[in-house]
């Protein structure tokens, strides 16, 4: 880790700390992180920067904890089991904090072009594309009137409904990484067809990433289909 990654890993740890002390005292950040609540008074006024090993232990333990309860706090189910998570991709604040915890606690390969489907993945797709210093690509159900050449990936759900998205050829380059990300996976479908989309760009994936997935169905139809890393931030059952 060169000095600039390793102030980066200490300001996200400040990020995450001072997200932690909006809904708590010093004395119960320190009992949730086991740190002294003098240190933590002192990172979150940002007086000094924890020690390296000691962001990582914040971004990488406590902070995906964090984030996940706080994103179980913020997410709606209805009646039919359709999900609201306006609270969260509509928050860039709240995204840019998961993004580094993402990468850390699952161990993405830096990508260089990170790939989502639009809309509701597109904040997500952002924060990811902005830490890892990537590019953001994003797939569309239609085709832009001024772009020529397309990669197209279509599949015919369980329900007879046939999905299909389209990105423009230039977005991904032979060779590159890839890492598929969304905010949601239930099924695995869309993220399938984002897959096929950079393997058709004769791209190597990174992994995938989804802010929630719902039950495993998604989660293990995509490790089925890529030896990179798979995860979730929160898993709903």
């Given at each position: 880790?060169?000095r600039?990654e390793k102030a980066?890993?200490?300001?996200q740890?400040v990020s ?8 708590r005292?010093?004395d119960?950040?320190a ?8 240190d ?7 007086h000094?920067l924890p020690?390296v ?5 914040v ?6 904890d964090?984030?996940a309860?706080?994103?179980e706090?913020r997410?709606?189910?209805?009646d039919?089991?359709?999900v ?5 991709v ?5 995204l ?9 606690t699952?161990g993405f390969e ?5 790939l989502?489907a639009?809309t509701?993945g597109?904040?997500?797709g952002?924060?990811?594309?902005s830490?890892?210093?990537?590019r953001?690509?994003y797939?569309k159900k239609s085709?832009e009137?001024?772009v ?8 015919r759900?369980?329900?007879?409904i046939e999905?299909?998205?389209y990105?423009?050829?230039s ?5 590159e990484r890839v890492?598929v990300v969304?905010?949601?996976i239930r099924?695995g ?5 984002l897959?096929?989309i950079?393997l058709q760009a ?6 995938v ?8 169905k998604g989660t293990t139809?995509a490790?089925?289909l890529?030896d ?7 898993v709903?059952?």
């Amino acid at each position: 880790m060169n000095r600039a990654e390793k102030a980066a890993l200490q300001l996200q740890a400040v990020s995450v700390l001072r997200m932690l002390k909006e809904t708590r005292t010093y004395d119960e950040l320190a009992e949730l992180t086991g740190l002294p609540a003098g240190d933590l008074n002192r990172y979150v006024n940002g007086h000094v920067l924890p020690g390296v090993e000691r962001a990582r232990e914040v971004v990488e333990g406590v902070g995906r904890d964090a984030l996940a309860d706080e994103l179980e706090a913020r997410v709606r189910f209805d009646d039919e089991g359709y999900v609201d998570n306006s609270g969260v991709v509509f928050d860039q604040s709240f995204l840019d904090l998961v993004a580094p915890v993402a990468a850390n606690t699952l161990g993405f390969e830096r990508p260089d072009v990170v790939l989502t489907a639009a809309t509701d993945g597109i904040t997500l797709g952002a924060a990811m594309a902005s830490y890892f210093g990537a590019r953001l690509a994003y797939a569309k159900k239609s085709k832009e009137t001024a772009v020529e050449d397309f990669i197209e990936s279509r599949q015919r759900l369980a329900s007879g409904i046939e999905l299909t998205y389209y990105l423009p050829a230039s977005a991904i380059d032979a060779g590159e990484r890839v890492l598929v990300v969304d905010d949601l996976i239930r099924s695995g479908e869309t993220q399938e067809l984002l897959l096929d989309i950079a393997l058709q760009a004769d791209a190597n994936i990174a992994g995938v990433f989804a802010l929630i997935a719902v039950g495993d169905k998604g989660t293990t139809r995509a490790k089925e289909l890529t030896d990179a890393p798979v995860g979730a931030l929160s898993v709903f059952e």
